[in-house]
């Protein structure tokens, strides 16, 4: 049995700043309302024909991949966490392997939202405990802005979101007191519709169907959000998460030098901050200046605050998050 550890981290993000003023110059809003809700100044928005969620990966993972000391050919597997897929099929997994130049190595798509970066760091970890994989590329990567409702009706959930695209190399450690300790994973199917994306889809209005009706009116194929509900289960799952992560591996929470929680929303996060009577050093949030970014929110997070010295080795660090689904998820990591 071995233990899998972060050997490489990278992020991209594009280059164009979408301040909340820009947007109260399309939508009816203003920068008091967005961050007095949701903490968020301004956002990456990709430039069409210039970024996707698969090339934002990777170039999110070839950073990865030199930070990490590894030659490409040594991946063997590869595990993409996105929402927002190049294709509705092939999953961006396979469009990664041929972009970079890999082998023939497996490559498999997450689809938990805004969890998903933590879903695929425990898939990953999973494969390399049982010595079946000795390195593999995780990545989360998404593009919000082109599926968003830039108008006033949309305003409650376009503001929120962000492009852009985090990833990782996990690695076989054979120090069992280093890497990640252990990952948690949850779900609540009961909640799905109170965060979602109803079309197109298979089950209900597909793309035949939009165009047949070609109603103006049909918000199926946009975000839509219980903004409220969501919150309220996200302060309660994100606590159960971190606790239940805590408990497995006989830690408290003096013990945790970072927590990088999904960047949802800054207003959760310093609730979670406040309830464990945590630092601003023991917490890392850039939502501020990114925005909801969802399976790439947390390795963004986590490689900034690496890169600026805040984890160093030895530190106890706490990932969680929670998001569309329900699914939340807690990993805990000896740096």
């Known amino acids: 049995m071995y233990h899998s550890k972060i050997?490489?981290?990278?992020?991209y993000v594009p280059d164009n700043v979408v301040t909340n003023d820009d947007l109260s110059k399309i939508i009816d809003t203003n920068d008091e309302w967005i961050q007095e809700r949701t903490g968020i100044k301004e956002?990456?928005?990709?430039?069409?024909?210039?970024?996707?969620t698969t090339s934002m990966g990777v170039k999110a993972a070839k950073i990865a991949i030199e930070r990490s000391g590894i030659s490409k050919d040594e991946i063997d597997f590869i595990v993409f966490a996105t929402l927002s897929p190049d294709y509705y099929f092939p999953g961006p997994g396979v469009l990664v392997q041929r972009d970079l130049g890999l082998k023939t190595v497996g490559a498999l798509d997450v689809r938990n939202q805004c969890s998903g970066f933590v879903y695929a760091l425990s898939v990953a970890d999973q494969y390399i405990k049982t010595g079946m994989y000795k390195n593999i590329l995780i990545i989360g990567s998404e593009v919000h802005s082109t599926?968003?409702?830039m108008t006033t009706r949309g305003r409650g959930v376009s503001v929120?979101?962000?492009?852009?695209?985090?990833?990782?190399i996990v690695s076989r450690e054979e120090d069992l007191t280093k890497g990640i300790?252990?990952?948690h994973l949850h779900s609540e199917g009961i909640h799905a519709e109170e965060l979602i994306v109803k079309a197109p889809g298979m089950g209900g209005r597909w793309i035949t169907d939009i165009i047949a009706d070609n109603d103006p009116a049909d918000e199926s194929y946009f975000p839509y959000m219980n903004g409220q509900f969501v919150f309220k289960n996200a302060v309660v799952r994100f606590s159960e998460v971190i606790n239940e992560g805590l408990q497995a591996n006989n830690l408290q929470v003096s013990d945790i030098d970072m927590l990088i929680p999904h960047q949802a929303n800054l207003r959760i996060a310093q609730f979670i901050q406040q309830k464990f009577k945590l630092t601003d050093e023991q917490v890392y949030n850039n939502i501020q200046k990114y925005?909801?970014?969802?399976?790439?929110?947390?390795p963004i997070a986590l490689t900034?605050?690496?890169?600026?010295?805040?984890?160093?080795?030895g530190d106890t660090v706490?990932?969680?998050?929670?998001?569309?689904?329900?699914?939340?998820?807690?990993?805990?990591i000896k740096w």
């Open 7 to 11: 050997t490489g981290l990278g992020f």
């Open 43 to 52: 956002r990456r928005h990709i430039i069409r024909g210039e970024d996707t």
């Open 147 to 149: 599926g968003l409702d």
């Open 160 to 168: 929120i979101f962000g492009d852009g695209a985090g990833a990782a």
């Open 181 to 183: 300790l252990s990952t």
């Open 291 to 298: 925005g909801n970014t969802t399976a790439a929110s947390i």
């Open 304 to 313: 900034e605050a690496w890169e600026q010295g805040k984890i160093k080795s």
């Open 318 to 332: 706490v990932l969680a998050a929670f998001g569309s689904g329900f699914t939340w998820a807690s990993a805990i």
